[in-house]
């Protein structure tokens, strides 16, 4: 590297970071001849023209300037044979072989396999994104990267690999079941709404559950309830015609039985409990009885 001229990329973009950081790292950074920022397409015409000795690229394997550069003779991918150690010092980086070949079978280029790095991409977003919209982008980035290549098997990406940030809870919910179901079987837009509708519903859900339960009970007891109380009146009226006896007021004793039994037949109670009101009138009857013979 001595006094080559070398394109590490425009400036301020994730190449030339990386170029910056492997030269400083290899004590390279000031033995360059000159450090130069441009462009990938730029780089490879320099570089093809014999303008530039080396350049820093970071693409995909299809992207025109790699390809390009692959099937000329006059280019050499450089071999990195310390690939292992970049990756233990850098967890962002994975080894990558390139075949003998790959580039162009008819030139057999290149002549060997070709040992590179290639820096992992990570999907970021803000921690307040709402949960509806990670999930579309993560299915979007599952259709769009999940496909074979040359160094990644069918579904390998995306991947769940957390290089310096932590995965969001949607993420690893997404890794593990994929998808909601609601937004497998709905348009976005209804499956955003009806999800928010549940989150809301859950927990009116948890407390009208338990009332739905303890209510039918509720309405038994008011309606025993009423029925004791006509019960209990019953009961003090015997007492107080046994108390009282023949000395009694008979008439208000009698007002008060029939005000009694007509309360007992306006009852409306569920057929459980009819049999009840149907004895209470029976003790009704009873008690005038005794009130006649004294």
Do not use: C
Not at 77 to 85: P, Y
Request: glycine share 6%; aromatic share 8%; net charge positive.
């Amino acid at each position: 590297m001595a006094g080559r001229k070398v394109s590490i990329g425009p400036a301020g973009s994730g190449t030339s970071t990386l170029s910056l950081e492997l030269l400083k790292r290899n004590g390279l950074d000031k033995h360059a001849g000159q450090l130069l920022a441009l462009e990938p397409q730029t780089a490879a015409d320099k570089l093809l023209a014999g303008e530039i000795d080396v350049a820093f690229i970071i693409a995909s394997w299809e992207a025109p300037v790699v390809q390009r550069l692959l099937a000329d003779e006059r280019v050499r991918l450089a071999d990195i044979s310390r690939a292992d150690a970049y990756v233990a010092l850098y967890p962002f980086l994975r080894k990558v072989t390139v075949p003998a070949g790959a580039g162009n079978l008819a030139k057999h280029l290149p002549p060997s396999d070709v040992t590179l790095l290639a820096p992992t991409a990570s999907l970021v977003v803000r921690r307040d994104l709402h949960p509806a919209v990670q999930y579309l982008l993560l299915n979007t980035a599952a259709q769009l990267h999940s496909g074979v290549g040359i160094f990644q098997r069918a579904g390998h990406f995306p991947a769940a690999e957390a290089v310096d940030l932590p995965l969001s809870d949607v993420a690893i919910q997404f890794y593990k079941s994929g998808q909601p179901f609601l937004q497998n079987m709905l348009p976005f837009w209804m499956a955003s709404l009806v999800g928010r509708l549940l989150i809301l519903l859950i927990p009116i859900i948890g407390v009208l559950y338990p009332m739905a339960r303890f209510l039918p009970e509720l309405y038994n007891w008011m309606v025993r309830s009423r029925i004791s109380l006509l019960y209990g009146e019953l009961k003090f009226l015997e007492n107080e015609i046994e108390t009282s006896g023949p000395a009694g007021d008979g008439y208000l004793l009698t007002a008060r039985l029939n005000k009694l039994e007509k309360q007992a037949s306006e009852l409306k109670v569920p057929i459980a409990y009819v049999t009840m009101v149907y004895l209470l009138r029976e003790q009704v009857a009873a008690v005038r009885d005794r009130l006649k013979t004294g």
